[in-house]
């Protein structure tokens, strides 16, 4: 029989070309996806240093927007009685004539302690030094070192150097200027917000759909009143922190209660460090009133009176005030102090409170969208 002819092997162009046949087709970018993509991270790298050359006025206009939402509560309580423009003026006359109250509150006492202070510290040092020599040990230190007199020596100059004190203010004139410049803007922003924002978000809302234009307006009202309550909140913990605090340095025998008092409530309204900041700026008086005991006394007392505030007097308060859980209470206040300092721990539970809000608004505003379309297919 004749040989049957063995099968060729196909080509290895033909094998190739099945091979990739057989794989799944391949997306090969084009030149246009790719520029896409090139031009949207160079845009957003513009952006991002945009935002961080103008972080300044964007921090103004963050607070400004806090403030006016903040005192939109009062302006609408007086407007029940007035024009919306004359209860305007009245709230932020009331808010500037705030920080000259404190300062002919504190200026005075601090006065009247520093020259004392000067006064009266040769004389702590002679204390001193008569201490040293009856301790054997500290008498030695003396000996070697003598240090009591060099102590000695300076407080007999500090009556001298107060008097030079204005030089040291004129250093920070500048710092101080550009605060009240700060302060000024921030002002007239939030004065801006709080005339026309009721406006602008009716404008914005109108734009859109009857279900999201109700849903825009239920949220920015239950914002302003979280905010609102917040800083109501706020004030009454403050409120609690002085009232106590005047009671015990009052029982204690230090002068100046009132001042000081108002000293820790003003510290008070700083979240996390504020009231330690108080506390320890009333200690160094009760140094010099009657030093160990008022101290003592008072640090046990500050120490005790924290802790019971961090812990169930604040979350207690704002848990109830914006309608949010103390855990959270906590945690944003931890968060914004660590991210942003004082600002974002004075400003972290408005923001969750608003946080929250904005989440159960868009998921009722879902759930209609749904109904309705739901009642539609039926």
Known sequence: ?????????????????????????????????????????????????????????????????????????PVAFLSRWMKRGLAIALVYLGLLLLPLIL????????????????????????????FVHKNPTLRKLEKDYNFTQKIKEEATKLPGKIGNAAGVLSDIGIGLVSSIFAVVNILIL?????????????????RQSPERGESIRRLADRVRDAVSAYVAGALIQA???GVT???????????????????????????????????????????????????IVWAVFSIVYQQVENNVIQPRIQSRAVNVHPFVVLLSV?????????????????????????????????????????????
């Not at 202070?117 to 001193?128: E, G, K, R, T, V």
């Not at 008092?261 to 979240?271: G, H, K, N, Q, T």
């Not at 931890?334 to 409170?353: H, K, M, N, S, Y």
């Open 1 to 73: 029989m004749p040989d049957r002819e063995q099968p060729q092997p196909p080509p290895a162009s033909a094998a190739l070309t099945a091979d990739v046949l057989a794989e799944p087709s391949r997306v090969v970018p084009s030149i246009a996806s790719i520029l896409r993509v090139v031009l949207t991270v160079v845009a957003v790298a513009i952006s991002l240093y945009v935002v961080y050359l103008l972080r300044t006025p964007l921090t103004w206009l963050f607070i400004a927007t806090f403030l006016a939402i903040a005192l939109s509560g």
């Open 103 to 130: 300062a002919a509150l504190f200026i005075p006492p601090m006065v009247t302690q520093a020259n004392k202070l000067a006064d009266n510290l040769p004389q702590y040092a002679q204390d001193l030094q008569d």
């Open 190 to 206: 939030s004065a801006f917000m709080l005339g026309g924002g009721a406006g602008w978000v009716e404008a914005f809302a109108r």
């Open 239 to 241: 409120t609690i922190a």
């Open 245 to 295: 605090a005047f009671v015990m340095l009052t029982i204690l025998g230090v002068p100046f209660p009132t001042a000081l008092a108002a000293l820790v409530f003003l510290f008070d309204l700083i979240p996390l460090i504020g009231a330690t900041i108080g506390a320890v700026l009333v200690g160094l008086v009760t140094v010099f009133n009657d030093f160990p005991t008022a101290t």
């Open 334 to 378: 931890l968060f914004g102090a660590t991210l942003f300092g004082v600002l974002g721990a004075l400003l972290a539970i408005p923001l969750a409170a608003t946080l929250q809000i904005a989440g159960r608004e868009y998921l009722r505003y879902r759930e209609a969208s749904r109904g309705v379309v739901a009642s539609q297919g039926a």
